[in-house]
């Protein structure tokens, strides 16, 4: 089967000759600004004009009228009697209408000192955030991993997994093959260790966390909130040998428990040290785009839907045959004795395909098969489909589709045995976002999921009848988080009832502002309603069980805030405000989150 799969997309003849990015070739870069001067590549064009000159694209950062000097991109482009400004379509300007925020276009050259002189200035038309730079590759070197450095405009272009090439026949594939260390918001950013050349990387960070959790039983009468701030660290560290790469983290976390009202403490648990990520990654010789990793490793899909863990143990696959790609796994959580000890009675086979076409559009087919060894029979098969679209760069698509399958058991009280039932259940998740390139780069956001529920589920197990089970279980490697258009991620389906979606369906509504690179709030609305009317509700914060007789389970407003002004620093804030709705008791009252989160990157 892995043979089949690694030589199809060969035998289709879909790998496509891509032109080295070397030194005198023309290219756009877009991305941001990093620490340091460096410029984190998000995208880079291969250009054919023969035009030389160079160009900065991006907001005014700062203006000195005296000097006649503006800030773009962290340049000082530096203006003359001989500098021309225009206003986009067709209009005139002058040196005095720049401001702090508005969006340019730049054309000029650098002097020696790295000054940028502009023979041109234009005022554009639309005013949003543009970050990029045009100009001529000076040199290439290579950083940690061996991957390519980029020199443009006197800037050091770094590249990732994510950084695509764009050519005149359209967008072209990843400029790195994507493999186990692929960077996200919840990893270790390890860099190459002063002094030890480029085979080895370090890197760590600290989290400070509270979450405060009001009425989650929806009863007043009854002072359950909850105040409970934690501090976590990890560090890690990479060894890169060539065709073998190898990282291990070590990971620490201390809660401090604070309820029942001022001057009640209860620390909590002690303090727990333990290690994270360990694994080695090898490369066959001459099969550049093939991989095999062995140990405790990370899974994690774009929208945390199907898996996000950092902790299994698994043995791996990847293959990056471009324009498709593979990751096949064999795994068990034999070590992390933190997470539900169910996990470590179940092998867990997990396959995931994916195509990228043109125009960023992305197809992805996975299959999760968790093989419950005991008499529980909870041993759930997930196969889906994902879509993932990008069409004019002002949209952004979702489509999630699956289907369970498997055998799921419950517990009979009266007899203690285990009566398993096949499952036959479906769930869809679909959203888009839509960005009017303004300013203040908004964004509206509209989604809706569901996941199927049974009518029987409310019976005793000896009374459920032997057909299938209609609910739909998400695989519990779920943690349904992402970003939208915004700096940090939150729980898109609600941050106070943070349900798993099962017997469930969810309208969500969203807007959202980015006025600064660095800065995003989102405003969420859901409304929630189950499948069938049902007495329980699957893997919720909400303690309080509705009465089954009203599908209408109620609403919730969240808030997301994030300020990240460089890849150090993170501030995240996030609110949710649950109102019970007529599925539960008359006297319910509302049910309040808020979670503040810090993170130091060092």
Known sequence: MLILLLAVPLLLGMREPQRALAAG??????????PGGAFLAEEIELREEADRDEELRGLVESVEPEASRFRVLGFAVQVDDRTRFEREPAGEAAFEDLRPGLRVKVEGRRRQDGTFCAEEVAIRARQYPERRIVG???????????????????????????????????????????????????????????????????????????????????????????L???????????????????????????????????????EGPAADVFVGQAYVEATPPGVPWLSVAVGRQKFRDERQWYFFNKNLDA???????????????????????????????????????SWSAR???????????????????????????????????????????????????????????????????????AGVTYRPRIALDPSFTVGFALGSGDATADLPPALQPASADRTFRQTGFHRNRDSWNGVVSFRYYGEAFDPELANLRILTLGV??????????????????????????????????????????????????????????????????????????SRASPMTVVRFQTKFRF
Request: hydrophobic letters at 40%; charged letters at 35%.
């Open 315 to 353: 043995v791996r696959v990847l293959a990056d045959l471009w324009p498709v790609t593979v990751d096949l796994s064999l795994s068990r959580d034999l070590f992390d004795r933190s997470r539900n000890p169910r996990d470590q009675e179940r092998t867990n086979r997990m396959a995931t395909v």
């Open 359 to 429: 125009r960023e559009v992305r197809v992805e087919a996975y299959f999760v098969d968790r093989r419950d060894r005991t008499a529980r029979g909870d041993s759930p098969r997930l196969l889906g489909m994902r879509v993932l679209a990008d069409p004019g760069r002002r949209v952004e698509l979702w489509a999630d589709l699956a289907r369970e399958g498997g055998t799921r058991g419950r517990l009979d009280s009266q007899t203690g045995r285990w009566i398993v039932r096949p499952v036959r259940a479906r769930a869809l998740d």
């Open 512 to 585: 959202g502002l980015r006025p600064l690179r660095s800065v995003s709030a989102d405003l969420v609305y859901h409304r929630y309603e189950q499948d069938v009317a049902s007495r329980r509700i699957v893997d919720a914060e909400l303690e309080a069980d509705p009465a089954g007789t009203d599908r209408r389970l109620g609403r919730e407003w969240d808030l997301a805030v994030g300020f990240e002004p460089d890849r150090r620093v993170e501030l995240r804030l996030t609110a949710g405000r649950f109102l019970p709705g007529p599925a539960f008791e």
């Open 136 to 226: 001529t590759i000076e040199a290439v070197e290579r950083g940690f991993r061996g991957t390519p450095v980029y020199q443009v405009l006197g800037r050091a272009v770094l590249v990732s997994e994510d950084t695509a090439l764009a050519t005149a026949s359209g967008r072209s594939r990843p400029l790195l093959p994507r493999r186990l260390g692929e960077l996200d918001d919840d990893d270790v950013a390890i860099r190459a260790a002063p002094g030890f050349g480029r085979r080895l990387a370090i890197g760590g960070e600290v989290r400070l966390r509270a979450e405060r959790l009001d009425n989650a039983d929806l009863d007043r009468a009854r002072k359950d909130g909850e």
């Open 25 to 34: 070739v023309r290219v756009a870069v877009k991305g941001k600004p990093l």
């Open 228 to 266: 409970v701030p934690e501090v976590s660290a990890v560090a890690g560290v990479g060894f890169d040998l060539g065709p073998v790469f190898a990282y291990v983290e070590l990971q620490g976390r201390k809660e401090v428990f604070l309820e029942g009202g001022p001057g009640f403490l209860d």
